[in-house]
């Protein structure tokens, strides 16, 4: 299999909604989220053999810090470590010291992937999903300068 990742672009849309379960499982909001997440560029597209297969948002959080506010593998993609290179490719593009993400408490694959490469759990927030707290995770990157104002 041949990975290549690169910035998304508008004429990813249509493609990007297909790889989403979240959207196939019925919330069409999601389709808002990514023409945002690429009008913006904030969107990160994985292809495999030229197709897209997965994609990323990398924007900031509500602290001003960089935040990965979606990563989503195509369901027969997953498990072949494609989420992984997505977030290396992740951590490269960001300068500044360190990345921060958030998953439910439920979502078990986001944090052994999140764990395996360094992250550390950090917080929680309830109230999000009832009943599945949003967990928030960070990892230092080793490089750039401290904390903002
Ligand atoms: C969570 C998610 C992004 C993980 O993506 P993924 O590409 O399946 O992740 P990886 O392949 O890197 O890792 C998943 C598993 O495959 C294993 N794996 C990685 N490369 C592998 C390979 N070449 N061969 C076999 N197994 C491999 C990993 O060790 C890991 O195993 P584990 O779950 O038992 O710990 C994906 O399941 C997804 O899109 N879920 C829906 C959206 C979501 O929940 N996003 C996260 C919140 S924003």
Known sequence: MTIEIRPGRDSDLDALKAVDS?????HPERAEEIARWLRDDEAYVAL?????????????SQFGRPFIHML??????????????LVAHLEDRVEGPE??????????????LLASRGYQLTGFIEN??????????FKRLGRGSGASE
């Open 22 to 26: 979240y959207l196939a499982a019925g």
């Open 48 to 60: 495999e053999d030229g197709q897209p297969c997965a994609y990323a948002a990398l924007g900031e």
């Open 72 to 85: 989503m593998v195509a369901e027969p993609s997953r498990g072949r470590g494609i989420g992984d290179r």
């Open 99 to 112: 990345l921060w993400t958030s998953t439910n408490l439920s979502n078990q694959r986001m944090q052994r």
């Open 128 to 137: 999000l999903d009832p009943g599945d707290p949003e967990l928030f995770f």
